[in-house]
């Protein structure tokens, strides 16, 4: 590396670029010393798939190895990606961005989680759903709550009632139950009638206590 700047802060390179920080600006430097983008930025993060979230002005982006932003849009919040997509919240209205800088779709959530299983948690006015990669709804219902998949299964609640949806959009059980955990190792603890049960991933239920 050959430059004859001096920082207030440097870090490792990820991905072929290191932070830096200059006065109470951060950019990125290549390994030939050259600075990835003109502007200075209030805060960056490594590279990580291929692009870092940086703000400015109190906005956040990512920027690409290359030096241009991914999105044309500035977000007022902006979370690292996971599973291809990262959340995106602008004017408190949620929705997801993909590695190519498009939006999943084109609602508004009032929040959204991270992809499990391949679906995440959307909340659209009080009520809870999942969405798929496409953008598609799991269920034609909406419910009160929701938790994240695991296992091929996410619990659910629905007036104070309690079951599973599957990846197919169905319902595990014809009961509904005081309250769901979610599985672990093939089996999930539910409450019916103040009795304890486990549930397998056929809706069978098995001992009580």
Same mark, same amino acid.
Request: charged share 25%; hydrophobic share 40%; net charge negative.
């Given at each position: 590396?050959?430059?004859?700047?001096?920082?207030?802060? &440097?870090? !490792?390179?990820?991905?072929?670029?290191? /932070?830096?920080?200059?006065?109470?600006?951060?950019?990125? %430097?290549?390994? +030939?010393?050259? $600075?990835?983008?003109? +502007?200075?930025?209030?805060? &960056?993060?490594?590279? !990580?798939?291929?692009?870092?979230?940086? !703000?400015?002005?109190?906005?956040?982006?990512? %920027?690409?190895?290359?030096?241009?932003?991914?999105?044309?849009?500035?977000? @007022?919040?902006?979370?690292?990606?996971?599973?291809? =997509?990262?959340?995106? &919240? %602008?004017?408190?209205?949620?929705?997801?961005?993909?590695?190519?800088? /498009?939006?999943?779709?084109?609602?508004?959530?009032?929040?959204?989680? =991270?992809?499990?299983?391949?679906?995440?948690?959307?909340?659209?006015?009080?009520?809870?759903?999942?969405?798929?990669?496409?953008?598609?709804?799991?269920? @034609?219902?909406?419910? @009160? *709550?929701?938790?994240?998949?695991?296992?091929? $299964?996410?619990?659910?609640?629905?007036?104070?009632?309690?079951?599973?949806?599957?990846?197919?959009?169905?319902?595990?059980?014809?009961?509904? $139950?005081?309250? *769901?955990?979610? =599985?672990?190792?093939? $089996?999930?603890?539910?409450?019916? *009638?103040?009795?304890?049960?486990?549930?397998?991933?056929?809706? /069978?239920?098995?001992?009580? /206590?």
């Amino acid at each position: 590396m050959n430059t004859d700047n001096w920082f207030g802060w &440097c870090d !490792q390179f990820h991905e072929g670029f290191g /932070r830096v920080k200059i006065g109470n600006g951060w950019n990125f %430097i290549n390994k +030939e010393g050259l $600075f990835l983008n003109g +502007e200075f930025f209030e805060w &960056c993060d490594n590279f !990580q798939e291929g692009v870092a979230r940086v !703000q400015f002005n109190g906005k956040w982006n990512f %920027i690409k190895h290359d030096g241009l932003m991914l999105s044309d849009v500035w977000a @007022d919040s902006l979370s690292p990606f996971k599973d291809g =997509f990262a959340r995106m &919240c %602008i004017g408190r209205k949620w929705n997801f961005i993909n590695s190519d800088g /498009r939006r999943l779709n084109n609602e508004r959530y009032g929040h959204c989680s =991270f992809f499990y299983g391949g679906f995440a948690r959307v909340k659209l006015g009080s009520k809870w759903n999942f969405v798929n990669s496409e953008g598609a709804y799991l269920s @034609d219902g909406m419910f @009160d *709550c929701a938790k994240n998949f695991r296992e091929g $299964f996410a619990a659910v609640e629905l007036d104070d009632k309690w079951n599973f949806i599957g990846a197919d959009g169905k319902l595990l059980s014809e009961s509904w $139950f005081d309250y *769901c955990y979610s =599985f672990i190792e093939g $089996f999930a603890s539910v409450v019916l *009638c103040n009795k304890w049960w486990y549930i397998d991933k056929e809706g /069978r239920l098995h001992g009580h /206590r």
